[in-house]
Nanobody
């Protein structure tokens, strides 16, 4: 059983900052990529940022220079520091992890339950 638990969402004014956290727990052998996706009302879920176990990152063009993804491999935790937030960043943010639960098993995707981020004055 694997769980991804997100925290840190909320309401913030335009130009403000938030930090999201996502901790993976349970029967985990190894974690490859971890990342954040978001889904706004009426839109498809989209990649925000992701990071490999070695620390390589990639970002959606819309968040480059404003958001920073990082991870603590010892804690199986990924973070998303969001600065200079805009109303168009409003969405439910989902944590994602590509991980294996055994040494012989293939990795698969796991998802958190989502955390709401609202940017509004």
């Amino acid at each position: 059983q694997v769980q991804l638990v997100e925290s840190g969402g909320g309401l913030v004014q335009p130009g403000g900052s938030l930090r999201l956290s996502c901790a993976a727990s349970g029967s985990i052998f190894s974690i490859n990529r971890m990342g954040w996706y978001r889904q706004a009302p009426g839109k498809q879920r989209e990649l925000v940022a992701r990071i490999t176990s070695g620390g390589s990152t990639n970002y959606a063009d819309s968040v480059k220079g404003r958001f920073t993804i990082s991870r603590d491999n010892a804690k199986n935790t990924v973070y998303l520091q969001m600065n200079s937030l805009k109303p168009e960043d409003t969405a439910v943010y989902y944590c994602n992890a590509d991980l294996s639960t055994t040494s012989w098993g293939l990795p698969r995707d796991y998802w958190g339950q989502g955390t709401q981020v609202t940017v509004s004055s």
